[in-house]
């Protein structure tokens, strides 16, 4: 429980009332001002550290009253409270600051998921020590550079609670990862962990994947489909490039995170759903908030505690950390004697730039294990592109070729088939670049590595054409 009361502001007398007998019922004590100016008399007797404040106020809009607040405390969270959704204002709560944005008429769990949200960012912005103490690594992820034990110390300060985690970091750096290592360590841990891509499916797919459907009753095909956010119940929905969402998927979302329930397409029932909801990002979401692609008032909810994971180049010797247990594990998986990475390899992985970050790094070690003999794997065991220094950017992208008659090429064959013919040829022929060879088919490298784990190979055996 916080040490000093909520500070409730309405000139509503019934919301005064509703507001106050929800947060009294879960335990927090309140205080309550009609006016800005008893709010600021009473904030500065009580130092509240939550504040809850109506937009329109008898003597003032409720944005000026939080800036004055937070002008007297900054580390008071505010959670303004309005009668219309609106981008414009939206925009201007998160520019000063204010930690949630509800839209009337709330409804009481809303509320409370709103105050335990701003509580848990609170503690957690509040405690440097954690920012700066030598946090371990967590189950699964290694490395232990000054700025992922900084990610160490956040995963484990926001996992004792449920609110919404917004990770961003460059395609491979791990945001999967912590998603889930931030699920394992919540209370909620025996709860299902649910992830959706929303970069890979289609958008008609993604709402009904998320969502689920419900058809018509007379229909004989499947009534109804249960959507990711359903299956996660009692514990953690991870929507990893939450960017992607359209328009009508994005209104959805915040539904579902001001009412806690979900409305499936095609249904109008909504089922209570109790699910910590992380999200994900390899572009800045704050952009797609300026381009207007991504709803502000969404984005102001989904991002109430932020993680950025480095990319692999800034993250110093981390490199040669992962690298030497990936060596050790890819030597268990292939039953293939362990090496040792010479002093020449692992100056040469410590200079790379790492598009593809970890999970480039993980393919090019399984390549190295299968292919090296000797003790340890040397210079010329690595891709020409990484010994020779050859920069990111390609000079040229290569043209992918294939059989001249089309119809022949495509006798017999599934799609897949196709298109891993295609990713193959286009890896051969970017040398086995795998960035380079993302560049020719339009996609990110990331796409291609996810397909070579799946079809089990490592980057840099693919055939040769
Ligand atoms: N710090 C780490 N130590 C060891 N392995 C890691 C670490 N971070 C990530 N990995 C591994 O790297 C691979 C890529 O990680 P992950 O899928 O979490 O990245 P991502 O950022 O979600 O990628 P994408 O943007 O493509 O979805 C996974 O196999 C993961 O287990």
């Known amino acids: 429980m916080p040490h000093t009361p909520i500070l409730i502001i309405d000139d509503n007398e019934s919301h005064i009332m509703l507001y106050g007998s929800v947060l009294n019922d879960a335990g927090f004590s309140t205080i309550c001002a009609r006016t800005s100016a008893q709010a600021i008399e009473l904030a500065r007797q009580h130092n509240p550290q939550i504040a809850l404040v109506d937009l329109v106020l008898p003597d003032g809009t409720g944005n000026d009253l939080v800036a004055t607040l937070r002008d007297q405390n900054p580390e008071l969270r505010a959670i303004v409270i309005t009668a219309y959704a609106s981008v414009d204002r939206a925009v201007a709560a998160m520019r ?3 930690s949630d944005f509800l839209v009337k008429p709330v409804d009481p769990q809303t509320l409370l998921n709103a105050v335990t949200n701003a509580r848990s960012d609170r503690n957690h912005s509040l405690d440097p020590s954690l920012m700066t103490r030598d946090a371990p690594p967590l189950g699964g992820l290694i490395g232990s550079s000054r700025p992922m034990k900084r990610v160490y110390a956040t995963i484990r300060a926001v996992a004792g609670s449920v609110a919404t985690v917004f990770v961003t970091g460059e395609n491979g750096t791990g945001k999967t990862q912590c998603a889930e290592a931030i699920h394992a360590l919540s209370s909620i841990s025996d709860g299902p962990f649910v992830p959706v891509n929303c970069g890979v499916l289609s958008q008609g797919d993604l709402g009904s994947a998320i969502f689920g459907y419900a058809s018509d009753a007379q229909s004989e095909r499947d009534q109804e489909k249960i ?3 359903q299956m996660a119940n009692g514990g953690t929905l991870f929507l990893d490039e939450v960017c992607e969402l359209d328009a ?4 959805r979302l915040l539904q579902l995170l ?9 249904s109008v029932d909504a089922h209570p759903v109790k699910i910590r909801i992380i ?12 381009s207007g692609k991504f709803r502000a008032d969404l984005y102001y909810r989904l991002h109430v505690v932020p993680i950025h994971l480095p990319a692999l180049r800034e993250r110093g010797t981390d490199v040669i950390e992962i690298a030497e247990a990936m060596v050790i594990r890819y030597a268990a998986k292939e039953k293939r004697p362990t090496r040792t990475l010479s002093h ?3 100056t040469l992985l410590q200079n790379y730039t790492w598009p593809g ?4 790094l993980m393919n090019l070690l399984w390549n190295c294990v299968m292919v090296s003999d000797g003790r340890a794997i040397e210079p010329h065991h690595l891709p020409t592109h990484m010994r020779e220094n050859i920069p990111l950017a390609p000079i040229h992208t290569p043209q992918i070729s294939l059989p001249t008659s ?8 599934t799609l897949s088939q196709i298109e891993r013919e295609i990713i193959e040829v286009a890896i051969a022929q970017a040398n086995g670049s795998i960035p380079q060879a993302s560049l020719a088919l339009g996609v990110s490298p990331s796409t291609i590595y996810r397909k070579l784990e799946t079809w089990g190979l490592p980057a840099r055996r693919s055939r040769k054409v």
């Open 248 to 251: 009508m998927s994005q209104a």
């Open 357 to 360: 970050n970890i999970r480039e």
């Open 96 to 98: 000063l600051g204010v």
């Open 279 to 290: 999200c994900a990002s390899s572009t800045d979401p704050l952009e797609q908030v300026k």
């Open 344 to 346: 020449d390899t692992k």
């Open 406 to 413: 089309l119809q022949d090429y495509l006798q017999g064959k």
């Open 258 to 266: 001001q009412t806690s329930s979900v409305i499936p397409f095609g």
């Open 227 to 229: 959507g990711a956010a």
